[in-house]
């Protein structure tokens, strides 16, 4: 009983230590708004919060409201949201501005692109013509792309993020140790996902191009959380926005959705498969690395971060990736592993 008293109040001490930080976090940004904004009277309300440390605010003055980034150091790094944030403007798309930054203390100030995301209003009336919006807009994010600017989503990354499948979803998840057979099939999995997506034609890529992070704006969408952005393969952004790990669509729907895509790239003179089977293909492929990846995540968000909002979105990531592992034999091994860890087998049992 000692102990656990012990543990408690180190717990709540550890509690109010963090909940200290963020008050004087605020009272920080609040000081550095008046500095920016000249004395001009202000109210501040929380805007979001996103899977990192980084928390966003609104600012309202008797003019307009803008977007105050608190992000901490040394746990995040505000250079690469400017800088990405740079090259996406000079490309044209509709991105926040940024009107005022602090580095050194991980503070920006921001246009305000409003509270209106994808995901609160897409329906079966409106999504034609929105999805049509982002994958026009993704097109001319993509003819934009150089490379050497971003960093490379090369192999060793690729590999990384699968690894958080078994690190988290699966150790830590399902407390589940893979035996010999069933992490080569793993391995071997992530190697054939590998040689398809390095093979694809390279892009800018930004990640997390979904509908909570496109919002519905005059200048239609526009464009957040664009600071991971990285160069490579060109199918990758288009699963995040048609393979939503918040909203679901009948197949149907995403295949003719794919396939405008398709069209319109081949039209732009962007290299996509001349053949929309073999495109569809890399898509789905693509999207069975990015279903592993996020899976990992989702579980590391909640084991690590004990953010559990995320808990309700695994299925139907989960139903993505059996989806797409059942479809392709070379990846079947992969549904059979999944099926015998989590009591799914039939009666004649598995073999890998």
């Not at 069933?182 to 996902?193: K, P």
Request: hydrophobic share 40%; aromatic share 10%.
């Amino acid at each position: 009983m000692k102990d656990e008293s012990i543990c408690n109040r180190v717990e709540k001490s550890c509690a109010n230590d963090l909940i200290r930080q963020c008050v004087d976090r605020k009272q920080q940004l609040e000081a550095w708004l008046q500095e920016v904004l000249g004395n001009e009277t202000f109210t501040l309300t929380t805007a979001s919060a996103d899977a990192s440390f980084r928390r966003y605010f609104r600012v309202h003055t008797a003019n307009q409201t803008l977007i105050a980034m608190d992000a901490p150091p040394p746990q995040e790094d505000c250079r690469p949201f400017v800088r990405i944030a740079g090259l996406l403007l000079a490309a044209g798309l509709n991105v926040p501005k940024i009107l005022a930054q602090e580095i050194q203390l991980g503070f920006l100030l921001l246009s305000d692109l409003g509270d209106t995301t994808y995901l609160s209003v897409l329906n079966a009336e409106n999504a034609q013509r929105l999805y049509g919006d982002a994958t026009q807009a993704l097109i001319q994010m993509q003819l934009a792309s150089q490379p050497d600017v971003l960093p490379p989503y090369d192999e060793a990354l690729l590999t990384r993020e699968m690894q958080l499948f078994p690190d988290w979803y699966l150790a830590k998840h399902l407390d589940v140790t893979l035996d010999e057979v069933q992490n080569r099939v793993l391995q071997q999995t992530f190697a054939i996902l590998n040689q398809n997506i390095l093979a694809q034609a390279k892009v800018t890529v930004h990640r997390d191009y979904h509908s909570r992070n496109l919002m519905v704006c005059e200048d239609n969408p526009g464009i957040l959380d664009f600071q991971d952005a990285v160069y490579g393969p060109i199918t990758y952004d288009l699963v995040s926005l048609l393979k939503d790990a918040y909203i679901v669509w009948d197949e149907e729907k995403i295949i003719d959705w794919t396939a405008r895509y398709w069209q319109s790239a081949r039209k732009a003179g962007l290299q996509v498969p001349t053949d929309f089977g073999e495109f569809y293909r890399d898509f789905e492929w693509m999207g069975a690395q990015r279903h592993i990846k996020v899976l990992g995540i989702f579980a590391r968000l909640y084991h690590r971060d004990g953010k559990d909002g995320y808990l309700k979105d695994m299925p139907l990531v989960m139903t993505y990736l059996r989806k797409v592992c059942g479809r392709y034999i070379e990846l079947k091994p992969m549904l059979k592993l999944l099926n015998a860890l989590e009591g799914l087998e039939d009666k004649a049992g598995y073999t890998f």
